[in-house]
């Protein structure tokens, strides 16, 4: 078992979680009416649950006595694996339901595979995780559908969103050295495998809200190498502020 | 040696602290009760990833188990078989409802869910996500009551 590999591969898929999880929690307070403010916070402690697990795996893992909240809050802008779509500001309702439904139709895919690892431990987390997916892509589809074939204004907001987020979805499905390396040990699923499942999921739903996907394929990528948008800085800013600040505190 | 049957006996009853009329034997939150040396070992399955209700009832294991005499117990976290509504039994499901929460489904089966307070089956979903991350919120259009579900997963 390569140990480096295993570290960066389970950042990845943890730094994913969390960096989703605190966009989606910005929603708190601030939803459309209140089932939806349930709602949205429901998946994002989904979310974090998950990234919680998977940083404290990742931390063992590396073997220099980092737990979760060390990953979570000591880490500057370059060690952070998480994917660019994540961490793209809540924008607005439209832009966090049309992000989210992309990000639950991978998950849903991706977490259903990953129960399958030659690693127990995210064989494991996986099978707490998928069962979650499936009720967080029900929800975003549904809203996709009222969004996309709703009024004018819904459609307009959604296909915007939907613009400007296609190009970063392609990060999802790329591979480097560390994807293959987990490939070969069975850690992990293919990623190539998983796109046309993927968009198997998304386009008839998308079909349905009468969304059209868009042509621009120019695939925005960095983020599993550390190199991040401009974004990343100002959400490490607020969300590590307070450790920062009182460095090795608890309550 | 721990007496490991007294042991088990004080750990089946800690509560659910959102839905105090369930144990975390009721719930199927509690997987084993062992000794590894002179260790006590209580293994439990956690609910929904980011349940926070997971700490509270580890916190409470530990707590009654010192207070009855235990003071080198581990509590472990096991995430494989995943948790399932399905582990929950009968005699719980009825707990659940008394105290006004629909009880689960099996996983995969269909059919109406009742109205705690009057029985109905003419009830509607509000809410996937109810007050906590493991309910749905419904209403019963015959008694015009709201009330939770428990989600079945």
């Known amino acids: 078992m390569n140990r480096p590999a295993l570290f960066e591969y389970t950042l990845r898929l943890g730094d994913d979680a969390l960096i989703n999880g605190q966009r989606l929690s910005e929603w708190c307070g601030h939803g459309p009416f209140l089932e939806e403010d349930i709602g949205v916070a429901n998946t994002a402690l989904d979310l974090i649950g998950r990234a919680r697990l998977l940083l404290t795996y990742a931390g063992e893992v590396e073997g220099k006595g980092r737990d979760e909240d060390q990953l979570a809050f000591t880490r500057d802008e370059r060690e952070w694996r998480n994917a660019l779509i994540t961490e793209l500001p809540r924008g607005?309702?439209?832009?966090?339901?049309?992000?989210?439904?992309?990000l639950d139709a991978f998950n849903q895919q991706l977490y259903d595979r990953l129960r399958?690892?030659?690693?127990?431990?995210?064989?494991?987390?996986?099978?707490?995780?998928?069962?979650?997916?499936?009720?967080?892509?029900?929800?975003?589809?549904?809203?996709?559908?009222?969004?996309?074939?709703?009024?004018?204004?819904?459609?307009?907001?959604a296909q915007r969103a939907l613009d400007a987020l296609w190009p970063y979805t392609a990060e999802l499905f790329e591979s480097d050295p560390v994807q293959e390396q987990m490939e070969a040990e069975g850690v992990a699923p293919?990623?190539?495998?998983?796109?046309?499942?993927?968009?198997?999921?998304?386009?008839?739903?998308?079909?349905?809200?009468?969304?059209?996907?868009?042509?621009?394929?120019?695939?925005?990528?960095?983020?599993?190498?550390?190199?991040?948008?401009?974004?990343?800085?100002?959400?490490?800013a607020e969300m590590q502020f307070v450790q920062r600040a009182y460095p090795g505190q608890t309550w | 040696m721990p007496d490991i049957e007294r042991a088990r006996d004080i750990v089946s009853r800690v509560k659910d602290p959102e839905i105090p009329v369930l144990t975390i034997a009721d719930l199927g939150v509690l997987r084993d009760v062992a000794v590894e040396g002179r260790r006590l070992v209580v293994t439990i399955t956690p609910t929904y990833s980011g349940c926070p209700a997971m700490k509270a009832m580890e916190d409470d294991i530990q707590s009654v188990l010192h207070a009855a005499g235990f003071h080198n117990v581990e509590v472990r976290t096991q995430l494989s078989p995943a948790w399932t509504t399905d582990w929950m039994e009968d005699r719980a499901k009825r707990k659940l409802e008394a105290y006004g929460i629909a009880p689960p489904r099996?996983?995969?089966?269909?059919?109406?869910?009742?109205?705690?307070?009057c029985r109905?089956?003419?009830?509607?979903?509000?809410?996937?996500?109810?007050?906590?991350?493991?309910?749905?919120?419904?209403?019963?259009?015959?008694?015009?009551e709201p009330f939770d579900y428990f989600k079945c997963i």
């Open chain 1, 116 to 157: 399958l690892s030659t690693d127990a431990t995210l064989a494991g987390v996986a099978g707490r995780a998928a069962k979650e997916c499936d009720y967080h892509l029900r929800h975003t589809s549904e809203w996709v559908l009222r969004l996309g074939d709703g009024t004018k204004e819904s459609h307009d907001r």
């Open chain 2, 106 to 117: 099996l996983v995969g089966s269909r059919g109406p869910i009742h109205c705690p307070q």
């Open chain 1, 92 to 102: 607005d309702f439209g832009f966090t339901t049309v992000r989210q439904f992309l």
């Open chain 1, 190 to 236: 293919s990623t190539a495998s998983m796109q046309s499942a993927w968009l198997h999921t998304v386009e008839p739903v998308l079909r349905a809200a009468e969304l059209q996907i868009p042509e621009n394929t120019w695939p925005q990528t960095g983020g599993r190498q550390g190199m991040h948008s401009e974004h990343m800085g100002f959400l490490l």
């Open chain 2, 120 to 144: 109905s089956t003419n009830t509607e979903r509000i809410s996937e996500f109810g007050s906590t991350a493991c309910k749905a919120l419904y209403r019963c259009v015959d008694c015009r």
